[in-house]
């Protein structure tokens, strides 16, 4: 079964950066396709970005590029996240997720993470 455990949250000023990191629980990490998610005080929970298993391809939600980037690597079965330029609208709890499949997907996940808080002040 696989586990993942988000960490790296935390309070960071407006304009200021911070990376967030996904360490999944087994060596098979490397077959998953993983993404992120948030969700944001009194609103529903949104898709950020995923990556392909291999790390070649990558998707972004229109809200974050050309600010936040993901990546990974497979020998340390992690995932990441680098958030820069960030701003208090993108203060959330941050999820990252894991599936099995080829293709890339904005909301089809088969194992979630318990989350991390990502606070940013003005």
């Known amino acids: 079964q696989l586990q993942l455990v988000e960490s790296g949250g935390g309070l960071v000023q407006a304009g200021g950066s911070l990376r967030l990191s996904c360490a999944a629980s087994q060596r098979t990490f490397s077959s998953y396709a993983m993404g992120w998610f948030r969700h944001p005080p009194g609103k529903e929970r949104e898709f950020v970005a995923t990556?392909?298993?291999?790390?070649?391809?990558?998707l972004y939600a229109e809200s974050v590029k050309g600010g936040f980037t993901i990546s990974r690597d497979n020998a340390k079965n992690t995932l990441y996240l680098q958030m820069n330029s960030l701003k208090p609208e993108d203060t959330a709890v941050y999820y990252c997720?894991?599936?099995?499949?080829?293709?890339?997907?904005?909301?089809?996940?088969?194992?979630w993470g318990q989350g991390t808080q990502v606070t940013v002040s003005s």
């Open positions: 990556i392909s298993a291999i790390g070649s391809r990558t």
């Open positions: 997720a894991a599936r099995r499949g080829l293709l890339l997907s904005t909301d089809d996940y088969d194992y």
